[in-house]
């Protein structure tokens, strides 16, 4: 079984940025995707970035150009840095990695965006 744990959560003002990370640990051989969800209230959980072992990278269409993400193999961390930020963007942001096909997720972090 796969842990991830997130941080980086908070409260940012429009146009702002936040870092968040994820670690995985436990049984974390042969993950071959890490990426993030996110899932604002009274909405569907959605895709926002995930990214493959070979860096293989896909993007939601509403947080291209605004958000990166990245992997450190070595550290088993995924990384999302978030650029410009709108209120829009304000939800729970999950960590997901897939390993043999079953997902795991880590318990969520608050992202805010309000003024």
């Known amino acids: 079984q796969v842990q991830l744990v997130e941080s980086g959560g908070g409260l940012v003002q429009p146009g702002g940025s936040l870092r968040l990370s994820c670690a995985a640990s436990?049984?974390?051989?042969?993950?071959?995707?890490m990426g993030w969800y996110r899932q604002a209230p009274g909405k569907e959980r959605e895709l926002v970035a995930d990214?493959?072992?070979?860096?293989?990278?896909d993007y939601a269409d509403s947080v291209k150009g605004r958000f990166t993400i990245s992997r450190d193999n070595a550290k088993n961390t995924v990384y999302l840095q978030m650029n410009s930020l709108k209120p829009e963007d304000t939800a729970v942001y999950y960590c997901r990695a897939v390993r043999g096909g079953t997902p795991s997720w880590g318990q969520g972090t608050q992202v805010t965006v309000s003024s």
């Open positions: 436990g049984n974390i051989r042969s993950i071959s995707v």
């Open positions: 990214i493959t072992t070979i860096g293989r990278i």
